[in-house]
């Protein structure tokens, strides 16, 4: 019994460590070709990059160590009936709970540091990496000149250039579009050669045997715009590429979501909108005790029309309202009291708007929180589950290679992960509550645990099958 146990602790780290690294391998290589045209091209340092793929990392764990502790519980305990070992202890007398408490341990220990991760670190990681990401694309690419295309990277610049020959600083055919003065006063300077060279934050470009063409504004002696012509035969530009640089914005500083704040955080969050909740559904109850019926308000007909009373048709004559309680006011001022009645309703209806728009905004706000700390939990809790799934079922396959291990888990951890986002779903548009949407995945999953469990321990593979026993029997 000790020897089995002690087996099973010795193998479970092994394939789960490889199967971890091999996911995270193709993880990072699909978040590479999906990304690498935004980070190419822009200069960015090695350590840069680095660290992107690293708070990248974040989620791609979170989805890695959950299908590893299921390859792994398949591979072993797979391994335990390949090689009769669990055969030999059944007929010892050790159950199937006898042999599972070492893995249920391992898988508690999984779920432990992956609730931990989950709730700490994965927000802060997916934190920094938007905000990263929002400093990679506002970085501009680097400058690069290409013949025949107008390079239009540096600001109030345009430039175009029809030779550059490989291997060399020199240009041909030069036209530039400089609009520093505004696109109505731009110049147009052209050049038949020239040379570019880099300084730093600066470029410098030598322009010869060219042209500058611009419109000059009116001055005090001249009440008409000029055109202005200049040859040249060596013109300096000076280009500021201090746009550049790549700049790291304040981490501390950005909004957060439900994606990007810690679990504590957001239980405090949702507990002050639900505070808030509390404070204008009183509100409204307020505003409602205010407006209970009264029986001195009587409404009947009179001769009088009023402001409130339907737009009659030409060929018939609306009955107006009569207001029993301004009857003994004079005239001016039953119609300011009328007004002034009349303004406090809308002010009230407005208040009511207000509230009730303020109530939904608060509910799908919690709501959303809701949905995203329950997920953290369960998809922590999905480690031991699926321990719980990969043990029996490892047991019940006997024989079978890595390729059947691999289908086998693959198609039991994508019904789940689409259970658990289709829970999502629902739950953010309130078709669900938050702990059945992110739960029902988990439910189902450890109900087909027990079942496998029950399946082996009973040896139900050596009894008929239950179809056959009920055709047989009715």
């Known amino acids: 019994m000790k020897l089995l146990h002690r087996m099973i602790l010795r193998a479970l780290p092994g394939p789960f460590l490889a199967w971890l690294g091999t996911l995270m391998f193709l993880l990072v290589m699909q978040f590479l070709i999906r990304y690498l045209p935004d980070i190419a091209g822009r200069g960015l340092p090695l350590g840069v990059i680095i660290e992107l793929i690293a708070y990248n990392l974040s989620y791609m764990v979170v989805l890695a160590v959950p299908m590893s502790t299921l390859?792994?519980?398949?591979?072993?305990?797979?391994?335990?009936?390949?090689?009769?070992?669990?055969?030999?202890?059944?007929?010892?007398?050790?159950?199937?709970?006898?042999?599972?408490?070492?893995?249920?341990?391992?898988?508690?220990?999984?779920?432990?540091?992956?609730?931990y991760f989950n709730n700490v670190m994965l927000p802060e990681s997916n934190y920094r990496a938007r905000n990263l990401w929002q400093d990679i694309r506002s970085k501009k690419p680097g400058f690069e000149l290409q013949p025949g295309v107008f390079y239009e990277g540096i600001n109030d610049y345009s430039i175009l250039v029809q030779d550059l020959p490989p291997e060399s600083n020199e240009l041909f055919d030069v036209l530039i579009f400089d609009y520093t003065d505004g696109t109505r006063r731009q110049s147009v300077i052209k050049a038949k050669r020239g040379s570019i060279e880099s300084r730093g934050l600066a470029v410098d470009v030598e322009l010869y045997e060219g042209e500058v063409h611009r419109l000059l504004p009116a001055t005090d002696n001249t009440t008409k715009e000029r055109y202005e012509r200049i040859a040249f035969d060596r013109y300096r530009l000076t280009l500021d590429l201090s746009d550049f640089v790549f700049e790291r914005s304040d981490p501390r500083q950005g909004y957060r979501s439900d994606r990007t704040t810690p679990t504590f955080e957001m239980?405090?969050?949702?507990?002050?909108?639900?505070?808030?909740?509390?404070?204008?559904?009183?509100?409204?109850?307020s505003i409602a005790m205010k407006l209970l019926p009264d029986s001195t308000w009587q409404v009947a007909a009179t001769d009088q029309p009023t402001a409130l009373s339907?737009?009659?048709?030409?060929?018939?004559?609306?009955?107006?309202?009569?207001?029993?309680?301004?009857?003994?006011?004079?005239?001016?001022?039953?119609?300011?009291?009328?007004?002034?009645?009349?303004?406090?309703?809308?002010?009230?209806?407005?208040?009511?708007?207000?509230?009730?728009?303020?109530?939904?905004?608060?509910?799908?706000?919690?709501?959303?929180?809701?949905?995203?700390?329950?997920?953290?939990?369960?998809?922590?809790?999905?480690?031991?589950?699926?321990?719980?799934?990969?043990?029996?079922?490892?047991?019940?396959?006997?024989?079978?290679?890595l390729g059947t291990v691999a289908a086998l888990a693959l198609g039991i951890f994508m019904f789940y992960w689409v259970t658990l986002v289709q829970g999502e779903k629902l739950a953010d548009r309130a078709y669900l509550t938050p702990w059945v949407g992110m739960w029902i995945a988990n439910i189902i999953m450890l109900l087909l645990g027990l079942w496998l469990i029950i399946y082996v321990a009973l040896d139900l593979r050596a009894t008929p099958r239950l179809w056959s026993r009920l055709r047989s029997r009715f």
């Open 71 to 115: 390859l792994a519980s398949l591979m072993v305990f797979g391994r335990l009936a390949e090689s009769k070992a669990y055969a030999v202890a059944k007929n010892a007398g050790i159950s199937i709970w006898q042999l599972l408490w070492p893995a249920l341990i391992v898988g508690l220990f999984l779920t432990a540091c992956m609730t």
């Open 267 to 285: 239980i405090q969050f949702v507990d002050s909108l639900e505070a808030d909740i509390a404070t204008k559904t009183a509100d409204l109850d």
């Open 310 to 401: 339907s737009p009659a048709s030409p060929d018939t004559t609306a009955a107006p309202v009569q207001r029993i309680a301004l009857t003994d006011l004079p005239a001016p001022e039953r119609q300011r009291a009328y007004n002034l009645a009349l303004e406090n309703a809308r002010t009230t209806r407005t208040l009511i708007d207000d509230a009730q728009r303020t109530i939904v905004y608060f509910t799908r706000e919690a709501n959303s929180y809701r949905v995203e700390i329950h997920k953290k939990f369960s998809i922590a809790v999905a480690c031991l589950i699926f321990m719980l799934i990969g043990a029996p079922l490892g047991l019940s396959i006997r024989r079978g290679g």
